[in-house]
């Protein structure tokens, strides 16, 4: 059975960094692609980028360029996804989501990890 | 980037109604478009694939249609554990974008 299991919440003062991980088990890792979700409270959901491990090649959203690095460990088969120069607007819960290599919906998540960014 | 509009942004219904949300892209998709539900607290849940196809272990009162910029999502029979917001989302371009969401209630 595949699970995608997160680290816990975070409270971030602004202009810090979080790092959030994603850990995979079950299945064949080298077979995925790790996304990453957030949702603000009460808001909808808002792509921040993805992973292809095997490739070590990521794709971010435009909006993040510049402040977000996903990457991924291989022998861990953890991913992760770094957020710099936090502000309050970054408040939300950030989920990983698998996709299967050449496939593009979202089949397993995580539990959400909150981050919280305030002074 | 391509945006997504879902509709209605909320709908009111009984146990055992027929629903269909519609999504609609800026631009031609193809069927490169996803349906998902999130319960309150919980992360989303994959339902239909490439606009028709359901997922594994999905009932199949859940079903979805549509190509090119225009979609639907029904729900033909409603269940208690149905009432939650369903999200359309599509892969055709990077960004990947998802519709705002319609939130499903209890009437």
């Known amino acids: 059975q595949i699970q995608l299991v997160q680290s816990g919440a975070e409270v971030k003062k602004p202009e810090s960094s979080v790092k959030v991980s994603c850990k995979a088990s079950?299945?064949?890792?080298?077979?995925?692609?790790i996304n990453w979700v957030r949702q603000a409270p009460g808001q909808g959901l808002e792509w921040v980028g993805k992973?292809?491990?095997?490739?070590?090649?990521?794709t971010y959203a435009q909006i993040f360029q510049g402040r977000v690095t996903i990457y991924a460990d291989k022998p861990t088969t953890t991913a992760y996804m770094e957020l710099s120069n936090l502000t309050s607007k970054d408040t939300a819960v950030y989920y990983c989501?698998?996709?299967?290599?050449?496939?593009?919906?979202?089949?397993?998540w995580g539990q959400g990890a909150l981050v919280t960014v305030s002074s | 980037d391509i945006q997504m509009t879902q509709s209605p942004s909320s709908l009111s219904a009984s146990v055992g109604d027929r629903v269909t949300i519609t999504c609609q892209a800026s631009?031609?998709?193809?069927?490169?478009l996803n349906w998902y539900q999130q319960k309150p607290g919980k992360a989303p849940k994959l339902l239909i694939y490439?606009?028709?196809n359901l997922e594994t272990g999905v009932p199949s009162r859940f079903s979805g249609g549509g190509s090119g910029t225009d979609f639907t999502f029904t729900i033909s029979g409603l269940q208690p554990e149905d009432f939650a917001t369903y999200y359309c989302?599509?892969?055709?371009?990077?960004?990947?974008?998802f519709g705002q969401g319609t939130r499903l209630e209890l009437k």
């Open positions: 992973i292809i491990p095997i490739l070590a090649m990521p």
């Open positions: 079950g299945g064949n890792f080298n077979n995925y692609v």
């Open positions: 631009q031609d998709i193809t069927n490169y």
């Open positions: 490439d606009a028709s």
């Open positions: 989302q599509q892969f055709d371009n990077v960004p990947i974008t």
């Open positions: 989501a698998r996709s299967l290599s050449g496939t593009y919906h979202f089949d397993n």
